[in-house]
C-alpha cells in the first residue's frame, strides 16, 4: 500500500516535471519564433548592406547575398558619406533634446501624478486630445512660426519643437501612479521636498520606463527626416536619415541602397552599444520590498 | 478619471466654438500676378500656345542692367547625385571667372517630389531659393503663389553684359541661342496655358525600346516600330518560347499618354476642362492592349511585382524573361545583364519605341528643367538669369553633365563636342557603350518630344491615368468595354474630385 | 489628497509643457480649424491673393467623397484587429522574458534590435516576404510566406499583387503592424513587469495557483495601468494608420490595379495635401478627431472601471 502509494506520487511527480518542460519548451519555442520574426529587418539591413547593387536590384530578393559578400560597401559609405560630421549632428540633437526632453516629461508627469490643483485633469485631457490630430497638418504652421522666430539652420529648430511628448507625459505618469500615495505623504510628515522625493524615489521606481523614453527619443533623432530636411538641410546642420537619403543617389537618381544600407548598420552601431548597455538596467527591476501595497 | 472624460467633452466644445470664433475669413491678400487660366476655352485639341509680349512678364529687366559690382548670393536646389555634383562645381568656378560678384550655394535636396514639397512649403514664408530643378507640373503649383519669373523679358532682352575679363555677352538669348535648344524641349517651358515661358530645359531624357539583339538575331526577328509590328512580332516571340513575357513596359502613366500623343487623342488641357482623357479611341486602345495583357504579350512593373528591367536581364533560364523592355534612355544600365565568367550574356540593342502612326512619331520628354523664382532684389533673378543661360547653352558643360548623367543634352551643338563625339562613337562597343547608345537613340528622336499640358493638378492625371491602364490591363470579360468605361469614369471622378482650381 | 498650495508648484513644473504646447501645437490646431471652414483653401493660393468661401463646404465634400467609406472601413478594421492583437502578443512575449533564465540576456537584446534597424530596411523587408514575381497564373517565387505555407501543404497565397483579394491585404497589413508595434509595446511592458512586487508571486507559489490563474489575477492587474496606456495610446495611433500602408503597397495604396483599396482616413488626408487643398485635409483631419475623441472616451470609461493604481 505504502509503496504503491509512492509509485503514485512518484508519477505525479513525473508527470509534474513532464510538464514543466513541456511548458520550458514551448516557452523557448514561443520566444525564439518571436525573435526570430523581430530580428527579420535587422538581418535584412545587414545582408543587404553587403550585396552589390545589381543583386539587390534582383527580382527575386537573396536571403544570402550569392554574388560575393561586398565588405567594400562599408568602406564607400564611410568615404562617401561624410558619416562622422552626420553623426554628431545627430547625437547632438538626440543627447540634448533627450535630455531636456525628460526633464520635461518627469516633472509633468509628476504634477499630473500627485500634485492636486485645479484644471488638472481638464489640461491633461486637453494634452490627449492634441495627440488626436495628425501631426502632418502642423508642419507648415510650424515652419511659419519657426521662420519668424528666425531659428532656420540652428540646433534649436531641431530640438523644441519636439521637446513636448505628451506620449511620453502620459507614459512616465502611469508609471508614477503606480507607485503608492503612502510613499509620498510619508515623505512629506518627513519634511521632504517634491524634487527629493522624485529624485530619490520615484525616478530611480521609475527607471524602466525613463530609459525606454531616452531609447525612442535618441531613435527619434536617428529617424526623423522630413522636419530636418524642411528646417535645417545645411552642410553644419544635417541628420543623419536626410545625409544618407542624399549621399548615394546615383547619377540616375537611383539610390545605392546597399551602401546606404551599410552607412545605416555603421552609424547605428554606437546606439545599438548604448542600448546593450542600457538594458540590464530596464531588466534589474528595482528592489522595492515593501513599497507595493 | 471621470474628470478627464469630462474635459475631453470639454475640449471638444471649446475647440468646435473656436471654430466659429476663428473663421473669419482669410487675410492674406498680398496682390500678386496670377496666371489666368480661364479665357482659353477647352477643346479636344491641345490649343495653340498664345502668343505674348515680352513687355507684358511678371518680370522685367532694370534699365540699369545687371550690376558687376555688387556682390549677390544666389541659391540652387537640385536632386544632382554626387558625381554631378563635382560637374557642377567645376563649371560653377568656371561661371565665378565670369561672373566673381555672384555667389552660387547649391542644396541637394533629395528627389524632384522633396524639391516641389520643399519649395511649396518654403514659398509660404518667403524663404525659396532662387533657382530650382522643376517638373512642369511643380512651376503650374508655384505659379499658384505668382512665385515663378516669367522669362520673356529676360530671354528677348538685348542688353550688354560684361565680364570680369572684358569680354561680353548678350542677357538675352541670341536666335542662334534658342534655335540650338531642340525644339520639344524649349516648348516645355511654355506649357503652362499662358503663352508665358516659365522655364529652361536641364537635361533630358525618353523612353526607348530595349531588346535582346542576340535573341532577335538568332531567329531573325526585326524591331518593331510601330504597335501592330509589336503586335505581331509578341505572337511569335511567344511561339519560340512560351514561358516568356515578350515585352515589359515600366511606366503605365507613360506609355498611356504617350499612345493619347501618337494617336492625337486628348489627354488633359492647361485651360479650361482639365481632364479630357475619356474618349472612346482612348478606350479602344485601353482594351486592345488588355487583350494582348490576356494573352501574355506584355507586362509592367505594377503588375510584374517587380522592376521589368529585371525582367529583361533575369539571368536564371528556368525564370520568366522578357526580351523587350521600354524604359527611361537614362537607366540604361540598368538594361544591361550582369556578365556571367567575364561574358555579357547577350547584347542589349536599343531602338525608338513604336508608333501608332509613323506620320505623327511622339515619344516623351522627361528630365528636368529649371525655373528661377522672382525676388525682391532683381538682381538676384539676373544673377540667377545668367547663371541658368551659362548652364543651359554652355557646350561643354552640357557634355559632361550628359556623360555623367545618362542624360541628354539640351543643345543640338553639343553633338558637334569633341568628347561627346567620342563617347557617342563608344555606341559600337556593344553592351560597354550601353549609355552612349541609348543617348544616341534619344538624340534621333530630338523632333519627336512631346510635352504635356502643366496645370495645378496635372500630375494628378498622371498618377489617375497610370492607376488606370494598371486597372485595366488584368481585366477580362465578355463585358471588357463597359468595365474598361467605368474605370474610365472613376479615374475622371477622382481627378475631379482631388483638383480644384 | 492634500494640495491647493501645492498650486503654483504644479504650474511651475507644468510651464515648459504649456508654452511649447501652445506654440508649436495649440496654435498649429487653431489654424488648422480656421482653415476646415474655407473651401478647398490652399495655403499657396492665398499666397497669390486668392481667397476663399466660410462655411462647411470642406465638411461635405469630404464627407460625400465616392471612397470615404472605404477608407474609413480599412481605417476602423486595422485598428481594431492590430490594437488587441498586438497589445496580447506583447504581453506574453514581456511575460515569458520575464519568467525563463537561461538565454534571457540574448533574448532581451534580440527583441531590441528593431530599435536600431532603419525604417527604410522594415519597409522593404516586407515585399520580399510576400511579394509573388511572375506571371499571376503560375508566379517564378511565391515569396517566403508561402514557401513557409507550402511546407504544410497550403496552396500559394495571392497576398499583395495584382489581383489579389482583400481579406489577404488585410491580414498582410495586421501583421506588418502588428510586428512594427510590437517592440515598443514589449519595451513599456517589460518595464511595467519590474514594478510588479515579487512577493505577490511567491504567495501565489505557495499557495499552488495555477500559472494561468497568477498571470490573470496578479499580473494583469499590476501591470493594468501600462496595459491602459498601451491600449489607450495604441487606438489613438492606430485610427492614425497611414504609412505602415505605403511600407506595404506604396503610395497606390492598395495592389495593383486597385489603387486606394486599403487607403485610410490619414491616407485621404494626404491626398488632399498633396494637392495643396489644406482646407479639404484640415476638415477631414477633424473629423477623425472626433472619432477618436469618442472612442478613447469610451476607452478612458473603461480603464476606470478596470485600472488599479
Known amino acids: 500500500m505504502t509503496a504503491a502509494h509512492e509509485i503514485n506520487l512518484e508519477q505525479v511527480k513525473a508527470r509534474q516535471k513532464v510538464v514543466r518542460i513541456v511548458v520550458k519548451v514551448l516557452l523557448y519555442a514561443f520566444l525564439g519564433f518571436m525573435a526570430l520574426i523581430v530580428i527579420f529587418p535587422f538581418y535584412w539591413m545587414i545582408i543587404s548592406s553587403l550585396k552589390s547593387l545589381e543583386e539587390y536590384r534582383q527580382a527575386v530578393p537573396t536571403f544570402i547575398p550569392t554574388k560575393g559578400w561586398h565588405f567594400s560597401n562599408y568602406a564607400k559609405a564611410f568615404t562617401d558619406g561624410n558619416l562622422g560630421a552626420l553623426f554628431w549632428h545627430t547625437a547632438y540633437v538626440g543627447i540634448v533634446s533627450t535630455i531636456i526632453s525628460l526633464v520635461i516629461t518627469v516633472l509633468a508627469a509628476f504634477a499630473f501624478a500627485r500634485l492636486e490643483f485645479k484644471g488638472k485633469n481638464l489640461l491633461f485631457g486637453a494634452l490627449l486630445a492634441t495627440m488626436m490630430i495628425p501631426g502632418e497638418l502642423f508642419t507648415i504652421t510650424n515652419y511659419i512660426t519657426v521662420t519668424r522666430f528666425g531659428w532656420l539652420n540652428t540646433y534649436t529648430v531641431l530640438i523644441v519643437p519636439f521637446l513636448v511628448s505628451v506620449f511620453y507625459i502620459y507614459l512616465l505618469r502611469q508609471n508614477f501612479m503606480q507607485i503608492p500615495n503612502e510613499l509620498y505623504l510619508a515623505a512629506k510628515v518627513d519634511g521632504t521636498s517634491d524634487l527629493k522625493y522624485l529624485w530619490k524615489v520615484m525616478i530611480p521606481l521609475a527607471l524602466p520606463s525613463l530609459i525606454s523614453i531616452t531609447i525612442l527619443k535618441m531613435m527619434g533623432a536617428w529617424n526623423s527626416y522630413i522636419w530636418p530636411r524642411l528646417v535645417a538641410n545645411d552642410e553644419a546642420h544635417r541628420m543623419i536619415t536626410n545625409g544618407l537619403r542624399n549621399a548615394f543617389t546615383e547619377s540616375t537618381g537611383d539610390v545605392n541602397f546597399p551602401v546606404q544600407m551599410a552607412a545605416v548598420a555603421i552609424v547605428s552601431f554606437p546606439l545599438f552599444l548604448v542600448f546593450i548597455f542600457l538594458r540590464k538596467y530596464i531588466m534589474k527591476g528595482v528592489s522595492r520590498s515593501g513599497i507595493k501595497g | 478619471m471621470k474628470k478627464i472624460l469630462i474635459s475631453l467633452l470639454l475640449v471638444f466644445a471649446m475647440l468646435s466654438s473656436l471654430l466659429l470664433v476663428a473663421c473669419g475669413g482669410d487675410t492674406t491678400t498680398t496682390p500678386q500676378n496670377q496666371t489666368d487660366n480661364s479665357n482659353t476655352p477647352g477643346g479636344t485639341e491641345q490649343p495653340a500656345i498664345p502668343t505674348v509680349d515680352p513687355a507684358d512678364a511678371n518680370f522685367q529687366v532694370p534699365a540699369s542692367g545687371f550690376d558687376t559690382s555688387k556682390p549677390v548670393t544666389i541659391t540652387f536646389y537640385h536632386t544632382m547625385g554626387q558625381n554631378l555634383n563635382a560637374v557642377l562645381d567645376n563649371y560653377i568656378a568656371e561661371f565665378n571667372k565670369l561672373f566673381p560678384n555672384i555667389t552660387i550655394e547649391w542644396t541637394q535636396v533629395g528627389d524632384y517630389d522633396d524639391v516641389r514639397d520643399q519649395i511649396s512649403t518654403e514659398l509660404l514664408a518667403g524663404n525659396q531659393p532662387n533657382i530650382a530643378y522643376c517638373y512642369p507640373d511643380h512651376v503650374a503649383l508655384y505659379n499658384v503663389a505668382g512665385a515663378v519669373a516669367q522669362l520673356d523679358a529676360l530671354i528677348a532682352s538685348t542688353m550688354t553684359v560684361t565680364h570680369d575679363d572684358g569680354t561680353t555677352e548678350t542677357l538675352g538669348l541670341t536666335q542662334e541661342q534658342i534655335d540650338d535648344f531642340i525644339q520639344g524641349y524649349y516648348d516645355e517651358g511654355r506649357q503652362f496655358g499662358d503663352g508665358f515661358m516659365y522655364s529652361l530645359p536641364f537635361s533630358k531624357s525618353t523612353e526607348v525600346l530595349y531588346y535582346n539583339k542576340t535573341f532577335f538575331k538568332e531567329h531573325n526577328l526585326s524591331v518593331p516600330t510601330t504597335w501592330d509590328e509589336m503586335e505581331a512580332l509578341c505572337q511569335k516571340i511567344l511561339e519560340i518560347d512560351d514561358h516568356c513575357v515578350p515585352l515589359g513596359y515600366d511606366s503605365e502613366a507613360n506609355w498611356f499618354i504617350t499612345m493619347c500623343e501618337q494617336g492625337k487623342t486628348p489627354y488633359t488641357s492647361a485651360t479650361g476642362e482639365h481632364f479630357l482623357f475619356n474618349t472612346p479611341e482612348n478606350r479602344a486602345f485601353v482594351k486592345r492592349f488588355s487583350e494582348w495583357y490576356a494573352k501574355g504579350y506584355v507586362t509592367t512593373q505594377g503588375l510584374y511585382g517587380a522592376y521589368t528591367s529585371g525582367l529583361f536581364i533575369e539571368p536564371d533560364p528556368t525564370m520568366t524573361r522578357s526580351y523587350m523592355s521600354i524604359g527611361s534612355s537614362a537607366g540604361a544600365t540598368h538594361q544591361r545583364p550582369d556578365r556571367v565568367d567575364g561574358e555579357y550574356p547577350f547584347e542589349v540593342g536599343i531602338a525608338p519605341i513604336p508608333q501608332l502612326d509613323t506620320n505623327n512619331k511622339k515619344v516623351i520628354s522627361q528630365g528636368p528643367s529649371v525655373c528661377i523664382f522672382n525676388a525682391s532684389d532683381p538682381q538676384k533673378v539676373l544673377a540667377s538669369w545668367l547663371f541658368v543661360k551659362y548652364l543651359t547653352t554652355n557646350v561643354e558643360f552640357q557634355a559632361e553633365f550628359s556623360m555623367v548623367s545618362g542624360y541628354v543634352p539640351v543643345i543640338k551643338s553639343v553633338e558637334t563636342n569633341e568628347a561627346y563625339a567620342n563617347f557617342l562613337k563608344s555606341a559600337e562597343n556593344g553592351n560597354d557603350g550601353i549609355a552612349a547608345l541609348s543617348a544616341k537613340v534619344c538624340l534621333d528622336q530630338e523632333e519627336y518630344y512631346y510635352a504635356s499640358p502643366a496645370f495645378n493638378g496635372s500630375s494628378k492625371a498622371r498618377d489617375e491615368v497610370g492607376a488606370l491602364l494598371q486597372k485595366c490591363l488584368p481585366l477580362t470579360g465578355s463585358n471588357l468595354e463597359d468595365q474598361i468605361e467605368e474605370a474610365f469614369e472613376d479615374a475622371i471622378d477622382e481627378c475631379e474630385y482631388f483638383v480644384t482650381d | ?309
Not at chain 3, 2 to 16: I, N, T, V
Not at chain 3, 93 to 121: D, E, G, H, M, W
Not at chain 3, 205 to 230: C, E, H, N, Q
Open chain 3, 1 to 309: 489628497m492634500e494640495g491647493s498650495k501645492h498650486s503654483w508648484k504644479a504650474w511651475l513644473y507644468l510651464l515648459p509643457v504649456i508654452i511649447l504646447t501652445l506654440v508649436f501645437t495649440v496654435w498649429p490646431i487653431i489654424n488648422t480649424i480656421r482653415i476646415a471652414f474655407l473651401k478647398d483653401y490652399s495655403m499657396i493660393g492665398a499666397m497669390g491673393g486668392k481667397t476663399y468661401e466660410f462655411g462647411f463646404a470642406n465638411f461635405s465634400k469630404v464627407v460625400t467623397y465616392k471612397r470615404f467609406t472605404t477608407c474609413l472601413k480599412n481605417t476602423v478594421l486595422l485598428c481594431v484587429l492590430t490594437v488587441p492583437i498586438s497589445t496580447m502578443l506583447a504581453l506574453l512575449i514581456a511575460v515569458c522574458l520575464n519568467a525563463i533564465k537561461p538565454l534571457q540576456r540574448l533574448l532581451q537584446t534580440i527583441f531590441f534590435l528593431p530599435y536600431v534597424t532603419n525604417s527604410i530596411a522594415i519597409g522593404m523587408v516586407f515585399a520580399a516576404m510576400f511579394n509573388m514575381i511572375g506571371k499571376p497564373s503560375s508566379p517564378d517565387s511565391v515569396g517566403i510566406i508561402n514557401n513557409f505555407l507550402g511546407i504544410f501543404g497550403v496552396a500559394p497565397i495571392n497576398w499583395i499583387n495584382v489581383g489579389s483579394e482583400y481579406w489577404a491585404n488585410l491580414t498582410v497589413m495586421v501583421i506588418y503592424i502588428v510586428w512594427n508595434a510590437l517592440p515598443f509595446k514589449i519595451l513599456v511592458l517589460l518595464g511595467g513587469l519590474q514594478g510588479v512586487n515579487k512577493q505577490y508571486y511567491e504567495a501565489a507559489k505557495v499557495d499552488g495557483t495555477s500559472r494561468v490563474r497568477t498571470f490573470w489575477r496578479i499580473t494583469v492587474p499590476m501591470l493594468s495601468p501600462m496595459l491602459a496606456y498601451v491600449l489607450i495610446t495604441g487606438f489613438i495611433g492606430g485610427f492614425k494608420e497611414y504609412s505602415s500602408v505605403v511600407g506595404v503597397f506604396g503610395e497606390n495604396m492598395g495592389p495593383a490595379g486597385q489603387k486606394g483599396a486599403l487607403n485610410t482616413m490619414v491616407g485621404f488626408i494626404y491626398d488632399s495635401l498633396s494637392q495643396n487643398n489644406q482646407g479639404r485635409a484640415s476638415a477631414a483631419a477633424l473629423i477623425l478627431f472626433g472619432i477618436i475623441l469618442v472612442v478613447t472616451m469610451i476607452n478612458l470609461y473603461v480603464s476606470k472601471k478596470k485600472v488599479h493604481y
